[in-house]
């Protein structure tokens, strides 16, 4: 059974930096985080294979998010969501997501349908 534990989100001031964390338990292929603002739709934000360095990033936050996992052959892993030049459009919780199937397909990666495995969310705000 795939578990996924958020944290290190905070409230910071625009253009500070946060890095995201994601404890995760079992296996899995693929891994991506989500964010999610009051009164919007979650959506994909980046992603990335759980054993290889393959990312994928909204354009919304490219050049400014990098994600990154420890890449090991091992039953836990940690994923994490590196913050830069943050926005107050940039507040929401954010929440890590997994599958046990390998996205090889751009347009999957950051749908929403395609992870059955998600964490509680950590919250992130961006004042002005």
């Known amino acids: 059974r795939v578990q996924l534990v958020e944290s290190g989100g905070a409230s910071v001031q625009a253009g500070g930096s946060l890095r995201l964390s994601c404890n995760v338990s079992g296996y899995t292929f693929s891994m991506a985080w989500f964010r999610q603002a009051p009164g919007k739709e979650r959506e994909g934000v980046a992603a990335i294979y759980t054993r290889g360095d393959s990312t994928y990033y909204a354009n919304s936050v490219k050049g400014r998010f990098t994600i990154s996992a420890d890449n090991a052959e091992k039953s836990t892993n940690t994923l994490y969501l590196q913050m830069n030049g943050l926005k107050p459009e940039d507040t929401a919780m954010y929440y890590c997501?997994?599958?046990?199937?390998?996205?090889?397909?751009?347009?999957?990666?950051?749908?929403?349908?395609?992870?059955?495995?998600w964490g509680q969310g950590t919250q992130v705000t961006v004042s002005s």
């Open positions: 997501a997994a599958t046990l199937m390998l996205l090889t397909t751009d347009s999957l990666r950051l749908l929403r349908d395609s992870y059955e495995y």
